[in-house]
């Protein structure tokens, strides 16, 4: 186990897998977090009563995209993986299997696909929180607001970060995944459903 957990941060101190990782948890963050929004705000509006009730129905959701992240990217990377293995194979006339090489695009996959699952659970479970606070503190409309206003939140800090990474103006980057979240809700509001 240990040997394994030192092959993970060998692989985590290259420039490319944090960059791929970090990407697919902020895509899958950012899915997460507007589902999380759209689900609270639906759940509001079609009227339920409590906030557990909506608490499990994003745990749902949260279970779906998780596999999805982790299911997806595992493919999708053990697919590209394969294939720059295979490329190499044929420029060097050998065969890679059980080499260094294919050790570290396992380990690079590895993080690629579990970042991918917890980019949704905390961009799903954040807004979740106020409704558990529903009934004892918060009303359900109060519960809507904050985790609405928690999800907006959410989305700020993730392109902030990502502004940041890129050299932007993280207040300007992170106001621009923000307001994705205020689309999600209004929307939620004027459509039929």
Known sequence: MRDRVRSLRA????????SISRRYFISNG???TLTSIGVTMGAYLSGIADGLTVVAIGLGAAVGLCTSGVWSVWEIERAERRAQVANIERAMLTDLADTQVTGRMRDARTISAVTSGLGPLVGILLP????LLEGS?????ESTVVAVGTGVG??????AYMGTVAG??????GVR??????VVAGLNLVLPG
């Open 154 to 159: 959410t989305l700020f800090v993730f392109g």
């Open 11 to 18: 692989a985590l101190a290259h420039d490319e897998v944090r």
């Open 168 to 173: 932007l103006n993280p207040y300007v980057a």
């Open 30 to 32: 950012f899915d997460g």
């Open 128 to 131: 979740l929180l106020p409704y």
């Open 177 to 182: 995944m923000g307001l994705a979240g205020f």
């Open 137 to 141: 503190t918060l009303t359900m409309f």
